[in-house]
C-alpha cells in the first residue's frame, strides 16, 4: 500500500514538474510579444518613464497614428498583393512537382529534388545581387511582381517538401481505382488526390505565408516607396529626428502579425495534421 501511495505522489510530482517547465518555456516565449504589445499602448512619456510602468491606463494613439498614415495603407495592399501571390505560385508550381517527385520515377529524381532543397538551405543574402541584376535587366526591379518572385524561390522548396512526403504515403491504389473507371490521371489528381491532400495544402500555405508576409530582405531592395511592403515600412519609424517612435514601431509591429496570428488560430487544425503527416517521409 505504501508502495502504490509513493507511485502516485511520484507521478505527480513528475507532472507537475513537467508543467512547471512548459509554463516557464511558454513565458519565455510570449514574454517578449506581451512586452511589444504593452509599448504598443503606452504614451512616448511612459515608453520613457524610469523607472519602467508596469501599470498605466492603456492609450489607442499608437495605433491611430499608424492606421492614418497613408504609405501604411499602401503598404498593407502590397503586402497581402505580394504574400497571396507568393503563396499561390508557390502552390501552383510546388504541388505538380512534389506529385511528380512522388509517383513518377526518372533518372536523377533524387538529385534534382536535393538540388531543389539545397535553395532553401541559401542564406537570401547569398542570391539577392544576382536577382537585383537579373530584374534589373528585365524591367523588373522595383516591382511587386520581383518581390513575389524572390519569395517564391525560397517558399518552393518548402512546398515540395511537404507535399511529396503526402504523396508518398497516399496510397496509389485510390488513384488506380478512379483510373479503372475511366478517369484520367489529371482528374484523379484534382478530384482524389488534392482533397484529400487539403491539411498538407492549408500547412504549406500557412509556412509560405509567414515566409513572404515577414519578407523584409527582399521587399527592402527590390521595392520603392509606391512598393514596399509592411516590415519596410515598418523601418520609417526607426528614422524620426526624435530617434525611435516607439510607440508606433511595437503599434505597427503588432498590426503586421496580427493577420498571420488570425489566419494561424483559424487552420491550427489542418497546420498540425498537414505538418505530422508530410513531413515524416522526405
Not at 514538474?17 to 511612459?46: C, D, E, H, M, N
Not at 523607472?51 to 492606421?67: C, K, Q, R, S
Not at 538540388?115 to 532553401?120: G, I, K, P, S
Amino acid at each position: 500500500m505504501a508502495q502504490v501511495v509513493g507511485s502516485r505522489r511520484k507521478r505527480r510530482l513528475e507532472a507537475v514538474l513537467v508543467y512547471a517547465a512548459l509554463a516557464v518555456l511558454v513565458l519565455a516565449f510570449v514574454f517578449p510579444l506581451i512586452w511589444v504589445v504593452g509599448l504598443s499602448l503606452k504614451t512616448r512619456l511612459q515608453i520613457f518613464a524610469t523607472p519602467p510602468l508596469y501599470f498605466w491606463w492603456p492609450t489607442l494613439e499608437n495605433y491611430a497614428d499608424v492606421l492614418t498614415r497613408a504609405d501604411f495603407a499602401q503598404a498593407f495592399v502590397n503586402t497581402l498583393i505580394v504574400s497571396t501571390s507568393a503563396v499561390l505560385l508557390s502552390l501552383c508550381v510546388g504541388v505538380p512537382a512534389a506529385y511528380a517527385f512522388a509517383r513518377f520515377p526518372f533518372t536523377g529524381r533524387t538529385f534534382l529534388f536535393f538540388t531543389l532543397l539545397m535553395m532553401r538551405m541559401l542564406p537570401p543574402i547569398a542570391v539577392l545581387v544576382p536577382m537585383y541584376v537579373v530584374f534589373s535587366k528585365l524591367g523588373l526591379a522595383t516591382t511587386r511582381f520581383s518581390v513575389v518572385l524572390a519569395d517564391t524561390t525560397f517558399a518552393l522548396p518548402l512546398v515540395v517538401w511537404l507535399m511529396r512526403g503526402f504523396f508518398e504515403d497516399l496510397p496509389a491504389e485510390l488513384e488506380e481505382s478512379a483510373w479503372i473507371d475511366g478517369a484520367s490521371r489529371y482528374r484523379a489528381f484534382w478530384h482524389i488526390v488534392l482533397p484529400l491532400a487539403r491539411p498538407d495544402l492549408v500547412a504549406a500555405s500557412i509556412l509560405c505565408l509567414q515566409l513572404a508576409w515577414n519578407d523584409f530582405l527582399f521587399a527592402a531592395v527590390l521595392t520603392n516607396n509606391a512598393t514596399q511592403t509592411l516590415p519596410v515600412m515598418m523601418a520609417a519609424f526607426n528614422a524620426g529626428d526624435s530617434g525611435v517612435d516607439w510607440g508606433g514601431l511595437t503599434a505597427s509591429g503588432v498590426l503586421v502579425i496580427l493577420p498571420v496570428i488570425i489566419f494561424s488560430f483559424i487552420a491550427q487544425k489542418h497546420l498540425v495534421a498537414g505538418l505530422s503527416s508530410g513531413a515524416i517521409k522526405g
